[in-house]
């Protein structure tokens, strides 16, 4: 039902920076985690970054102290802020949500993906 979309990514020079947008098509009920993947061909899709419970946030090794993720408060919206980019962070990022509904229904959504390619 919930449908998720990602933006914002697209072809960047090495060093530059890129801010990735998740935007949810309506309001989920209760949110659990919130969190960007990304998946290089031929690669497994890895956790770069996550908000869990209480709001801490974890990160990847290969992206502390260049990502930032963070989370709209007025609005179901997943935010990703890509500074310093490496020709390694080339992959397709997606956005997850786990949730549960107000039937206790546990949900995990994902976005189709949007493309960040870091070359010169």
Request: charged share 15%.
């Amino acid at each position: 039902q919930v449908q998720l979309v990602e933006s914002g990514g697209g072809l960047v020079q090495p060093g530059g920076s890129l801010r990735l947008s998740c935007a949810a098509s309506e309001t989920i009920f209760s949110i659990n985690t919130m969190a960007w993947y990304r998946q290089a061909p031929g690669n497994q899709r890895e956790l770069v970054a996550a908000i869990i419970s209480g709001g801490r946030t974890n990160y990847a090794d290969s992206v502390k102290g260049r990502f930032t993720i963070s989370r709209g408060k007025a609005e179901n919206t997943l935010y990703l802020q890509m500074n310093s980019l490496k020709p390694e962070d080339t992959a397709a990022y997606y956005c997850n949500i786990d949730s549960h509904d107000e039937y206790g229904v546990g949900h995990d959504y994902w976005g189709q993906g949007t493309q960040v390619t870091v070359s010169s």
